[in-house]
Nanobody
Framework: EVQVVESGGGSVQAGGSLRLSCVVS????????IGWFRQAPGKEREREGV??????????VSADSVKGRFTISSDNAKRMVYLQMNNLKPEDTGIYYC????????????????WGQGTQVTVSS
């Protein structure tokens, strides 16, 4: 059984930092791309991923809104993917979901098969 579990959310003031973690089990981690997606309060999940990383070739892709502030990384030995979020803004508030897909990197949620339950990030001004 595939399991995707996020952790690390919380409440911070604007300009603060958080690190989200995602542990994935039940699949061959090195064959998968892992992505972070978010859903703002009262809105649908964003159509573009926040950040994604391929464990196949190490490629990453991030939304323009987070470039220079968020960094995604993967620890294959621990089967973990991290999202370091710096200089957080109120518009970053939402539920952050980790998801996994087999093979090449894509940055839209429809391509991902396995999803976690999400972790809440709240940024106050």
């Amino acid at each position: 059984e595939v399991q995707v579990v996020e952790s690390g959310g919380g409440s911070v003031q604007a300009g603060g930092s958080l690190r989200l973690s995602c542990v994935v089990s039940g699949l061959i981690f090195n064959d998968y791309t892992i992505g972070w997606f978010r859903q703002a309060p009262g809105k649908e999940r964003e159509r573009e991923g926040v950040s994604c990383i391929s464990n196949v070739d190490g490629r990453t892709v991030s939304a323009d809104s987070v470039k220079g502030r968020f960094t995604i990384s993967s620890d294959n030995a621990k089967r973990m993917v991290y999202l370091q979020m710096n200089n957080l803004k109120p518009e970053d508030t939402g539920i952050y979901y980790c998801a996994a897909k087999l093979g090449a990197i894509v940055n839209w949620p429809e391509g991902y098969n396995y999803w976690g339950q999400g972790t809440q990030v709240t940024v106050s001004s």
